[in-house]
């Protein structure tokens, strides 16, 4: 018969097994708020817990995807453009380089302005007269068998391919006198006689203006 001693040595690791161990884990706290005693087995389960919990992903702050946006991409968001580039616009178009074309010229500048910049010189009739008198002169009776367009090309061409200018341009031949903004404007073919031109011209205003200019 076994003794105490040995029935307890026996039974205690018996005992011993089915024994859960409470270790007191500082800190813990309920959900009211008292403090308590987690087992390790419970601790251990908590571990475990979060352990399967995924690490959240790197976060991106607000500030730094507002600031990837340039200041333009904003203000078109937004429907309204910004002072600046309303006043950088307005100083593109209303420049004094922009008014007055490529050139920046004052010749282009008047060229851009007047919608009569190719027609706006003229020849007065006296003038007109005077120019009839130097191609006779020049070709004498071969004159009244040219076209409009014979003349431009042995004559007109000639004497302004250094100067690169209009016939009425050269003071030699127009005087400045006899340049003036055109009253009348004559529609006529090249291919008719240059000749037939000038009379029809000086026929149609012989009651007009020496100072009457044509073009």
């Excluded at 507002?66 to 178009?93: E, F």
């Excluded at 500048?109 to 007269?129: E, F, K, M, S, Y």
């Amino acid at each position: 018969m076994l003794n105490a001693t040995e029935h307890a040595g026996t039974r205690l690791p018996a005992l011993g097994s089915r024994l859960k161990k409470q270790t007191a884990v500082p800190g813990r706290k309920k959900p009211g708020g008292l403090l308590h005693h987690t087992s390790k087995d419970e601790d251990s389960s908590d571990d475990e817990d979060e352990e399967q919990v995924p690490a959240p992903k790197a976060s991106i702050s607000l500030p730094s995807i507002a600031t990837t946006r340039s200041s333009a991409s904003l203000s078109a968001v937004g429907g309204a453009a910004s002072p600046t580039a309303a006043q950088s616009a307005k100083s593109r178009t209303g420049s004094p380089a922009h008014a007055r074309g490529s050139s920046g010229s004052p010749l282009a500048a008047a060229a851009a302005d007047d919608v009569l910049a190719t027609t706006r010189l003229g020849i007065t009739l006296r003038g007109l007269r005077k120019i009839a008198a130097l191609l006779r002169a020049q070709f004498g009776e071969a004159f009244e068998d040219m076209s409009t367009a014979d003349v431009n090309m042995r004559y007109v061409e000639l004497v302004t391919e250094r100067r690169r200018c209009r016939l009425v341009e050269l003071a030699e031949v127009v005087a400045p006198a006899d340049v003036s903004p055109p009253l009348y404007f004559i529609s006529h073919c090249w291919k008719n006689r240059a000749a037939r031109l000038f009379g029809h011209v000086l026929d149609y205003l012989q009651s007009a203006s020496e100072e009457v200019a044509v073009w």
